[in-house]
């Protein structure tokens, strides 16, 4: 570094711990003219790399500007200048006024768009330029930005930018590699993958026709190590996610949906051709952990599936396989550590337990002592989601050991979790177990199955007086006992009074909502309004369906209620059929002894 007294703020750096052998990490406070001066002056890339990180918390114009003419020096390495690309569009466009944005453009436009406007051709002889395009079309189609031109519908939406879209779509139209020495597969990947990663609803079907083109002409001239078809098959449940493409029959337009259909099409025979490549197994998989997101199941259900996927090539032995199969498994858990993140707090303590132990079991089998690169990634895995912390499923037995006073341990949210976690076994037990017929464990309310609900609500319990009309009956009778069920009813009970005031006087108009239960079950007790129990049940759900139209309860409430209400229905009709059986059986057995 240059102290001459020519320079009027001279800066001197003193490294502290270089080796990184004594101290974890070192957090240093500085302007950031200082951090633009260390980027600048500093030989080491360690000192580089830490004044770039600093650089992401200064917004600010000047930073920006600075980086950019960076991009411009062509002494830097290309490896420090496509850090700062991450660096400029990790800066915020309202503060930098998209200098760093707009600079990126433009130098994917100086590289690929000659003076008259044509494309160029392909030319990755040099090295350095060739990754950093690939780093801009990756991350300027990862961006997302508000419109300048706020359209209808779409206010509060970011979406990728128009300009950025309609140049990588020329790229990869115009794409021409007959002058390069080089092979542009992954190149080509690189700019499909990063168009399927965009969000911009009006480039659906022109992305969606490139994904299948490529994908078309893979069966008859395939990439190198098939390269397109593998990003297209990680990239497309992603595209599907930013514009609600799943399920297939909520898609109103009918050319997306059947272009959307080719692409799966194409992929399930790509798959099918290659089924001995670890390199497609290991992208199938991804593709279905990623569907399994969108389909909204529980993360830690994915990471069990996951983990089961891989199982099945390790019992056959198959190991280069699993090793592909666990990296992309991690790569799956780094594009959704967030979800991982929130694991712990979602899951109760003796489900955290059973997730610790699947992953330890899966770090100390035999598969991990054979393959080094499989262990690798299996504890990569673990401590994504864990860090280097101690999971909180043990952190209670830890405590308990400490001396120290333990009442803080005791708070009020504990028993509130507690209180969710019966709700949650409750459930379980009433909506998902109810064809099991087995007998209570114990004398826990929650372990109960619908027959038994049923019986237990009967107050005349006669058998030989029981009816279709009282099995109804004591159905709406659970359903109302419910707390949420008392609430929504009495919000729909109440009367709405509206005063309207005209030149002869006010007049009132009274209205009164009868779409509720208890009018069905007043119905019920009056008879012959109802023939059947069938027409009760069609009733009762269209009364859950009035509870979600006035937004009295959500999707899965909703959902909830309608696969209790069936369960219950179900179990009314069996006790009804075997009480007729056992009526029938009577009958027969009855014999008329004449004296």
Same mark, same amino acid.
């Given at each position: ?96 006024? %998209? ?18 406007? %044509? ?64 092979? +542009? %597969? ?76 080719? #692409? ?39 990471? #069990? ?101 333990? +009442? ?133 759900? %269209? ?34 059929? +075997? ?17």
């Amino acid at each position: 570094m240059n102290l001459t007294s020519g320079n009027r703020n001279p800066a001197l750096w003193i490294k502290l711990d270089p080796d990184n052998g004594y101290l974890k990490s070192v957090k240093i406070n500085q302007t950031e003219n200082i951090w633009l001066l260390q980027f600048s002056q500093e030989q080491e890339l360690a000192g580089k790399y830490a004044a770039l990180k600093a650089l992401k918390n200064f917004p600010t114009i000047p930073v920006a500007s600075t980086l950019c003419s960076f991009l411009e020096n062509r002494d830097l390495d290309y490896r420090y200048k496509i850090l700062i690309i991450d660096v400029l569009l990790t800066l915020s466009p309202e503060t930098t006024s %998209s200098r760093g944005v707009d600079n990126l453009y433009n130098f994917a436009t100086k590289i690929k768009v000659d003076v008259d406007n %044509s494309l160029k051709s392909n030319d990755f002889s040099q090295k350095g330029e060739y990754f950093m395009l690939k780093k801009v079309i990756k991350k300027l189609c990862a961006l997302r930005e508000k419109p300048r031109i706020l359209n209808q519908g779409f206010n509060e939406e970011s979406f990728t930018d128009l300009n950025h879209i309609k140049l990588f779509l020329r790229f990869i139209k115009e794409n021409d590699n007959s002058n390069n020495a080089y092979d +542009d %597969s992954y190149y080509l990947a690189n700019l499909i993958g990063s168009l399927l990663s965009v969000k911009n609803p009006y480039f659906i079907k022109k992305i969606l026709k490139e994904a299948l083109r490529y994908l078309q002409l893979e069966q008859v001239m395939p990439s190198y190590q098939n390269s397109i078809a593998l990003k297209i098959m990680k990239k497309y449940n992603t595209f599907c996610a930013n514009h609600n493409l799943l399920p297939k029959n909520t898609i109103e337009d009918e050319k997306i949906r059947i272009l959307s259909g080719k #692409i799966k099409e194409a992929l399930e025979r790509f798959k099918d051709k290659y089924t001995d490549d670890p390199r497609v197994i290991s992208a199938y998989l991804y593709f279905r952990l990623e569907k399994m997101v969108l389909k909204k199941k529980k993360i830690w259900d994915i990471l #069990i599936f996951g983990l089961k996927f891989i199982e099945q090539f390790k019992l056959n032995q198959r190991f280069m396989i699993a090793e592909n199969l666990i990296s992309s498994l991690y790569q799956f858990v780094c594009e959704h550590r967030k979800l991982f993140y929130h694991m712990q707090s979602i899951l109760t303590l003796e489900g955290n337990k059973k997730v610790v132990e699947i992953l330890w079991e899966v770090l100390n089998q035999p598969m991990s002592s054979i393959s080094i690169k499989f262990r690798h990634y299996a504890y990569l895995i673990y401590r994504e989601i864990y860090y280097e912390m101690l999971p909180v499923c043990y952190c209670k037995n830890l405590i308990e050991k400490m001396e120290y006073d333990l +009442d803080w341990f005791d708070f009020d949210s504990q028993a509130k979790q507690m209180k969710e976690v019966n709700k949650e076994k409750k459930f379980l037990q009433l909506n998902k177990l109810v064809l099991n017929k087995r007998k209570r464990t114990s004398m826990d309310k929650t372990k109960v199955n619908p027959r038994e609900l049923l019986r237990s609500h009967f107050r005349l319990a006669p058998e030989s007086q029981l009816d279709w009309k009282k099995l109804a009956r004591q159905i709406l009778t659970i359903l109302m006992s419910e707390k949420t069920t008392d609430e929504i009813e009495e919000k729909l009970n109440e009367e709405v009074n509206t005063t309207e005031n005209e030149e002869s006087g006010a007049m009132i108009i009274k209205i009164k909502n009868t779409s509720n239960m208890k009018v069905i079950k007043k119905q019920l007790s009056k008879g012959g309004y109802y023939q059947n129990i069938e027409e009760v049940e069609n009733e009762v759900n %269209s009364v859950i369906q009035t509870y979600f139209k006035k937004k009295l309860i959500d999707e899965e409430t909703k959902e909830e209620y309608e696969l209790l209400v069936s369960n219950l229905f179900k179990e009314a009709n069996n006790i009804l059929r +075997d009480y007729e059986k056992r009526q029938a059986d009577k009958i027969k057995s009855f014999k008329i002894i004449v004296t």
